[in-house]
């Protein structure tokens, strides 16, 4: 029988047992072990048939269970216990208080936004496709454990990402399973007459889009999630948020409406309803979320009187923008027609924001960009003061891939930085891994301070958990594996040989990816038979763990998972190779602790960061990767190995096959031989010397803690000064800012360095001679304190290109008629070699973030 209608029917616990519900519904417990105890404890089998649900716990207590456990004193106690250790965390100063980053010059910083379309925080809350969600959640927790004052804004996905199986052949099959809000750690907003909260945007024809916001705690950390489920909505509007990254054209496109404007609107919600303070700085995690920076001009437009151009400054001052791809086919880009059906027809639209001055901000109005297309990175930048990459070599990628968008400047002084990520210690590190730091090293000991300590650990005591956690892995696998092969057809009778599968003394390599092609999973299997005889050589074996979705729409990304699930079919190999379904963070929590090895061959250099090595590298493994993204960055030749590439090689199947030797060559002759080359006590010294070195000197760098840190010194709290130095004094610096800009930009075309003398420049210059330089500018209607004039010099190659610059500033000393101008200054050679020099012209405003923020610069 079919049910007519639904209803959920909390538990109603007793008086002494009522902090469970408080417990249950802050996600700390995922990174709380003693909460996680906790819950384990009321039913064991429960809490392991619920993946580790404490909602899932509650809901099942019976009336009789109920009472037994509020007779149970020494339950009560624990239940107390671990709800005052949360009250503990939740009020307690932290870093952001405790060393004064949460005020700085008499300000307080008391709210930042982070927008992000998916988050994971737990399996549980499946809410995430994959790493960008993954770092989110981490994120999210990091900020938490650091007292810094982040909420979250993103988007309830009622059928989430999906669930993945194989059929008999091997083809990734899709399910999405149906999720109920009222049944998961999240809380209705509601007015205060106990409505829930209505975000409504406008749409075309006269249409509208309704969401209502449940409220995820993630510690200190509230996160918003919009849900267009609403009965209000008609019925394709009630679909908008059915599936992360499902659906395409209109669907899409409303999503990150909804995440952008409606997010915005959520906030100014929850802030009215709980009394949290406003945000002053609002981070766009990639480009899905830009909406909200013309949501709020909009506001500013109609609530603060200022114009569009005021208010686009007063918007970009507090905004952080964070790219996360290096391939131009991973950024969201919608038809012009899509954005002006949307935001340009009677009653559609944002009140103050004309659609010319919108398509405007997407725009891909430079070399090499195509006028029908909207760009959401390209909108997230021009919305943005501040751009940052999430690894160092991924930050000098998206300077090259924007470049465009600041002609005239070198790739060098594109304003794109970088952060490179961490990963949430507290999430990914196993249980055991903290219990052995913690009988060596102290109770006390810290996920930060455990690193620098890690060689007062026994080694043999470390060498034996690390046995433990594969085994741990093997067990896990082993089911999911069995599942899968029942899933493909197979019969319980014909799998015996499935609990025999791998073994806990032999090296265990991970490789768990997204199906995307850069990524290349199938790059292990270009000499198949050479993969063979590293999985079956009998004194020295090698097994494989492998797993990872490709999107419902990748047809190419899911033949890749096909060849390789058919590959692990081969009798040869069977249970030396695994691929395993559905890779979730549940997976993910077995599988970087019981790897030895973590490999990842991307195509450099297209992984912007690649965090599930770092995850794997705080669990005791080495990594084996492509020097791509963060490996790039912190690989220093004794903690794990780096593949060499072939780079300049334009050939794909030339380089796949030299990059595959190169991987085969490392894995024969060094990372299998250091593994298993044991002294008299069995232990491999070599490898755990490396594992130390790993863990000790990689360890603090790839912490989510650190990550937080950067981004509130280097982006928030800038973001935060720009903010309020723009808003002051009635938008004042906002309404000056955007004079400037509209005079600069109408004057630039006439100004032109017309000539340039230098006087004591001797035929044999040496080092430490001083130069006067004189520059005549012609500025047309601006005023000489309105441009910056500069000497640039450094090394002059054969082209005459000047490389590693430096800048001297020159002064405006006479002015003549006609808008030109003199300009002065002084250098001393400090370099010797072959030298070039030239004069430029730049904007100059005390709101402006750095020289090429306008993307104007003369040149002789």
Same mark, same amino acid.
């Given at each position: 029988?079919?049910?007519?209608?639904?209803?959920?029917?909390?538990?109603?616990?007793?008086?002494?047992?009522?902090?469970?519900?408080?417990?249950?519904?802050?996600?700390?417990?995922?990174?709380?072990?003693?909460?996680?105890?906790?819950?384990?404890?009321?039913?064991?089998?429960?809490?392991?048939?619920?993946?580790?649900?404490?909602?899932?716990?509650?809901?099942?207590?019976?009336?009789?269970?109920?009472?037994?456990?509020?007779?149970?004193?020494?339950?009560?106690?624990?239940?107390?216990?671990?709800?005052?250790?949360?009250?503990?965390?939740?009020?307690?100063?932290?870093?952001?208080?405790?060393?004064?980053?949460?005020?700085?010059?008499?300000?307080?910083?008391?709210?930042?936004?982070?927008?992000?379309?998916?988050?994971?925080?737990?399996?549980?809350?499946?809410?995430?496709?994959?790493?960008?969600?993954?770092?989110?959640?981490?994120?999210?927790?990091?900020?938490?454990?650091?007292?810094?004052?982040?909420?979250?804004?993103?988007?309830?996905?009622?059928?989430?990402?999906?669930?993945?199986?194989?059929?008999?052949?091997?083809?990734?099959?899709?399910?999405?399973?149906?999720?109920?809000?009222?049944?998961?750690?999240?809380?209705?907003?509601?007015?205060?007459?106990?409505?829930?909260?209505?975000?409504?945007?406008?749409?075309?024809?006269?249409?509208?889009?309704?969401?209502?916001?449940?409220?995820?705690?993630?510690?200190?950390?509230?996160?918003?999630?919009?849900?267009?489920?609403?009965?209000?909505?008609?019925?394709?509007?009630?679909?908008?948020?059915?599936?992360?990254?499902?659906?395409?054209?209109?669907?899409?496109?409303?999503?990150?409406?909804?995440?952008?404007?409606?997010?915005?609107?959520?906030?100014?919600?929850?802030?009215?309803?709980?009394?949290?303070?406003?945000?002053?700085?609002?981070?766009?995690?990639?480009?899905?979320?830009?909406?909200?920076?013309?949501?709020?001009?909009?506001?500013?437009?109609?609530?603060?009187?200022?114009?569009?151009?005021?208010?686009?400054?007063?918007?970009?001052?507090?905004?952080?923008?964070?790219?996360?791809?290096?391939?131009?086919?991973?950024?969201?880009?919608?038809?012009?027609?899509?954005?002006?059906?949307?935001?340009?027809?009677?009653?559609?639209?944002?009140? =103050?924001?004309? &659609? @010319? +001055?919108? *398509?405007?901000?997407? !725009?891909? #109005?430079?070399? $090499?960009?195509?006028? %029908?297309?909207?760009?959401?990175?390209?909108?997230?930048?021009?919305?943005?003061?501040?751009?940052?990459?999430?690894?160092?070599?991924?930050?000098?990628?998206?300077?090259?891939?924007?470049?465009?968008?600041?002609?005239?400047?070198?790739?060098?002084?594109?304003?794109?930085?970088?952060?490179?990520?961490?990963?949430?210690? =507290?999430?990914? &590190? @196993? +249980?055991? *891994?903290?219990?052995? !730091?913690? #009988?060596?090293? $102290?109770?006390?000991? %810290?996920?930060?301070?455990?690193?620098?300590?890690?060689?007062?650990?026994?080694?043999?005591?470390?060498?034996?958990?690390?046995?433990?956690?594969?085994?741990?892995?093997?067990?896990?696998?082993?089911?999911?594996?069995?599942?899968?092969?029942?899933?493909?057809?197979?019969?319980?009778?014909?799998?015996?040989?499935?609990?025999?599968?791998?073994?806990?003394?032999? *090296?265990?390599?991970?490789?768990?990816?997204?199906?995307?092609?850069?990524?290349?999973?199938?790059?292990?299997?270009?000499?198949?038979?050479?993969?063979?005889?590293?999985?079956?050589?009998?004194?020295?074996?090698?097994?494989?763990?492998?797993?990872?979705?490709?999107?419902?729409?990748?047809?190419?990304?899911?033949?890749?998972?096909?060849?390789?699930?058919?590959?692990?079919?081969?009798?040869?190999?069977?249970?030396?190779?695994?691929?395993?379904?559905?890779?979730?963070?549940?997976?993910?929590?077995?599988?970087?602790?019981?790897?030895?090895?973590?490999?990842?061959?991307?195509?450099?250099?297209?992984?912007?960061?690649?965090?599930?090595?770092?995850?794997?590298?705080?669990?005791?493994?080495?990594?084996?990767?492509?020097?791509?993204?963060?490996?790039?960055?912190?690989?220093?030749?004794?903690?794990?190995?780096?593949?060499?590439?072939?780079?300049?090689?334009?050939?794909?199947?030339?380089?796949?096959?030299?990059?595959?030797?190169?991987?085969?060559?490392?894995?024969?002759?060094?990372?299998?031989?250091?593994?298993?080359?044991?002294?008299?006590?069995?232990?491999?010294?070599?490898?755990?010397?490396?594992?130390?070195?790993?863990?000790?000197?990689?360890?603090?760098?790839?912490?989510?803690?650190?990550?937080?840190?950067?981004?509130?010194?280097?982006?928030?709290?800038?973001?935060?000064?720009?903010?309020?130095?723009?808003?002051?004094?009635?938008?004042?610096?906002?309404?000056?800012?955007?004079?400037?800009?509209?005079?600069?930009?109408?004057?630039?075309?006439?100004?032109?360095?017309?000539?340039?003398?230098?006087?004591?420049?001797?035929?044999?210059?040496?080092?430490?001679?001083?130069?006067?330089?004189?520059?005549?500018?012609?500025?047309?209607?601006?005023?000489?304190?309105?441009?910056?004039?500069?000497?640039?010099?450094?090394?002059?190659?054969?082209?005459?290109?000047?490389?590693?610059?430096?800048?001297?500033?020159?002064?405006?000393?006479?002015?003549?008629?006609?808008?030109?101008?003199?300009?002065?200054?002084?250098?001393?050679?400090?370099?010797?070699?072959?030298?070039?020099?030239?004069?430029?012209?730049?904007?100059?405003?005390?709101?402006?973030?750095?020289?090429?923020?306008?993307?104007?610069?003369?040149?002789?």
């Amino acid at each position: 029988m079919k049910a007519i209608r639904r209803l959920h029917v909390r538990t109603a616990l007793p008086e002494t047992l009522s902090p469970l519900h408080d417990l249950a519904l802050n996600l700390r417990w995922s990174w709380h072990p003693p909460t996680r105890d906790l819950f384990a404890g009321l039913d064991p089998e429960l809490w392991e048939s619920t993946g580790q649900d404490p909602v899932a716990i509650l809901s099942s207590l019976r009336s009789e269970d109920m009472e037994r456990l509020a007779a149970d004193e020494d339950f009560v106690a624990r239940v107390r216990e671990v709800h005052e250790d949360l009250q503990r965390y939740l009020s307690t100063p932290r870093w952001y208080h405790e060393h004064g980053a949460g005020e700085r010059d008499g300000r307080t910083l008391e709210a930042i936004a982070y927008f992000s379309p998916e988050f994971g925080i737990t399996s549980v809350l499946p809410q995430y496709s994959g790493g960008l969600g993954i770092l989110a959640g981490d994120h999210l927790k990091a900020a938490s454990d650091q007292g810094i004052p982040i909420v979250g804004v993103g988007l309830f996905y009622k059928s989430g990402y999906f669930a993945q199986r194989f059929n008999a052949d091997g083809w990734q099959q899709e399910s999405y399973p149906v999720l109920d809000p009222d049944d998961l750690p999240l809380s209705l907003l509601r007015e205060e007459d106990g409505a829930p909260v209505v975000i409504r945007l406008a749409m075309p024809h006269g249409g509208h889009l309704d969401a209502h916001v449940w409220r995820a705690q993630v510690g200190r950390v509230p996160l918003l999630l919009l849900d267009s489920d609403v009965e209000s909505n008609d019925p394709s509007r009630r679909e908008v948020t059915n599936r992360l990254y499902g659906g395409g054209g209109d669907q899409r496109l409303e999503q990150e409406m909804l995440l952008g404007i409606g997010g915005v609107r959520a906030l100014r919600a929850h802030s009215r309803i709980t009394g949290a303070p406003a945000p002053t700085v609002y981070h766009t995690n990639e480009g899905h979320a830009g909406f909200q920076g013309v949501e709020r001009i909009s506001e500013l437009v109609t609530q603060h009187g200022l114009a569009f151009d005021e208010a686009l400054q007063a918007v970009r001052a507090g905004t952080v923008f964070t790219t996360h791809t290096p391939v131009p086919a991973g950024i969201d880009r919608f038809a012009m027609e899509a954005i002006h059906a949307h935001f340009g027809g009677e009653g559609n639209g944002l009140p =103050g924001v004309p &659609v @010319d +001055r919108l *398509l405007a901000l997407g !725009a891909e #109005d430079y070399d $090499g960009g195509d006028p %029908s297309r909207f760009n959401m990175a390209v909108m997230g930048m021009r919305l943005g003061q501040r751009v940052n990459g999430v690894s160092k070599l991924h930050g000098a990628v998206s300077r090259e891939m924007f470049q465009g968008l600041w002609p005239g400047f070198d790739v060098e002084e594109v304003p794109i930085g970088s952060v490179t990520n961490g990963v949430h210690a =507290g999430t990914w &590190v @196993d +249980r055991s *891994l903290y219990d052995l !730091a913690r #009988d060596h090293l $102290g109770p006390e000991v %810290s996920a930060r301070s455990v690193f620098t300590r890690i060689h007062q650990v026994p080694i043999d005591a470390f060498w034996e958990t690390k046995r433990e956690l594969r085994q741990q892995l093997i067990e896990d696998a082993r089911a999911r594996f069995h599942q899968s092969l029942l899933d493909r057809g197979a019969t319980a009778a014909e799998l015996g040989w499935t609990q025999d599968i791998l073994d806990p003394d032999v *090296l265990t390599i991970g490789f768990a990816r997204r199906g995307a092609t850069y990524k290349r999973l199938t790059l292990m299997l270009r000499d198949p038979e050479r993969l063979k005889k590293l999985l079956t050589d009998p004194e020295r074996p090698v097994q494989v763990v492998i797993a990872g979705k490709s999107h419902p729409a990748d047809d190419t990304g899911k033949a890749l998972i096909q060849q390789m699930v058919r590959f692990t079919d081969d009798p040869e190999v069977r249970g030396r190779i695994i691929y395993l379904p559905n890779y979730d963070i549940a997976m993910a929590q077995r599988l970087y602790p019981g790897c030895d090895v973590w490999l990842n061959n991307p195509l450099r250099p297209f992984e912007a960061c690649g965090t599930s090595g770092m995850k794997a590298a705080l669990n005791g493994a080495l990594n084996l990767s492509i020097l791509d993204g963060w490996w790039d960055e912190w690989y220093d030749g004794q903690n794990g190995w780096a593949i060499p590439t072939a780079d300049g090689v334009e050939d794909p199947e030339r380089r796949d096959d030299l990059e595959a030797s190169a991987l085969y060559e490392l894995l024969e002759k060094t990372v299998v031989p250091t593994f298993y080359d044991r002294d008299e006590q069995g232990l491999p010294q070599r490898w755990l010397e490396m594992v130390s070195h790993t863990l000790s000197t990689l360890g603090p760098k790839v912490l989510a803690d650190r990550m937080v840190r950067d981004y509130t010194e280097s982006l928030y709290w800038p973001a935060a000064h720009a903010a309020w130095a723009v808003e002051a004094d009635g938008y004042a610096g906002a309404r000056s800012l955007a004079a400037y800009v509209d005079k600069v930009k109408a004057n630039w075309r006439h100004v032109r360095v017309d000539h340039v003398d230098a006087e004591g420049l001797a035929d044999a210059p040496q080092i430490g001679d001083e130069i006067a330089v004189h520059a005549y500018v012609a500025l047309g209607d601006l005023d000489p304190r309105e441009v910056r004039v500069q000497m640039a010099y450094g090394r002059a190659n054969a082209e005459d290109t000047i490389t590693d610059p430096e800048y001297v500033d020159l002064q405006p000393t006479q002015s003549y008629e006609e808008g030109r101008h003199r300009f002065d200054g002084r250098l001393r050679l400090a370099r010797t070699g072959a030298l070039g020099w030239t004069v430029r012209v730049l904007p100059r405003h005390e709101h402006l973030s750095s020289d090429a923020e306008l993307g104007l610069v003369t040149l002789p």
